[in-house]
Nanobody, 121 residues
């Protein structure tokens, strides 16, 4: 069974940047489709960015041009570079994986424990 461990969250001021990382273990990384989800207090969970096996990314409209998803298959690691952060980006961010490409749909089977991102104005 695959395990996902996120890191890189923290507190920043609006306009700042963070890079989230997610290390995958327990199975062959290249067999999985990966994505980042987030959930803010009182809000539904939403898909932020996804990446397929050949690296084609998708983004929710609210982060296009600011966030970049990438992966290093040799390191079994998924990244989310977040620039020009806004207070509305404040949420718990989760790394997710599945052998099915769910894109930004909330159907992924495997979830990390989450890493908190807080953006102050």
């Amino acid at each position: 069974q695959v395990q996902l461990v996120e890191s890189g969250g923290g507190s920043v001021q609006a306009g700042g940047s963070l890079r989230l990382s997610c290390v995958v273990s327990g199975d062959t990384y290249s067999m999985y489709y990966m994505a980042w989800f987030r959930q803010a207090p009182g809000k539904e969970r939403e898909g932020v960015a996804s990446i397929g096996s050949i690296g084609l990314p998708r983004y929710v409209d609210s982060v296009k041009g600011r966030f970049t998803i990438s992966q290093d298959n040799a390191k079994n690691t998924l990244y989310l570079q977040m620039n020009s952060l806004k207070p509305e980006d404040t949420a718990m961010y989760y790394c997710v994986a599945d052998r099915v490409n769910w894109l930004l749909y909330d159907r992924y089977k495997y979830w990390g424990q989450g890493t908190q991102v807080t953006v102050s104005s």
